[in-house]
């Protein structure tokens, strides 16, 4: 069971990010979190932590070890370190998406 310490904050300012670029990175690493989301005037609001994977079954959702570069996110004990990787990596993902989607808007 994890701790109210495991939530990371990540905060999404509307003019560095478009809102569906967030949702989509939300919805993508949604397997791997429990995740609060909460609009602002200014910004999107996360809250997330990290869920455990099973410890005989590999989690469902994204292959998030099939890019040579990237994190083995499934092998990873969970916890603050693990949240905060996996949120870093959501972040990643929806500014990649913001930038291919031409910017914020």
């Known amino acids: 069971m994890t701790d109210a310490t495991d939530w990371y904050d990540l905060k999404f300012h509307r003019e560095l990010y478009a809102g569906e670029a967030v949702d989509e990175a939300v919805q993508r690493y949604r ?3 429990e995740v609060e989301m909460h609009e602002q005037p200014d910004v999107w609001h996360l809250r997330l932590r ?3 994977p099973g ?3 590999r989690p469902s959702g994204p292959d998030l070890t099939s890019r040579p570069s990237g994190p083995d996110l499934t092998s990873r004990p969970s916890g603050p370190d693990r949240t905060r990787r ?3 990596e959501l972040a990643n993902y929806a500014l990649g998406l913001t930038i291919q989607r031409g910017g914020p808007t």
């Open 31 to 33: 397997k791997h979190i």
């Open 50 to 52: 990290a869920i455990k």
């Open 86 to 88: 996996i949120a870093h």
């Open 55 to 57: 410890p005989t079954s």
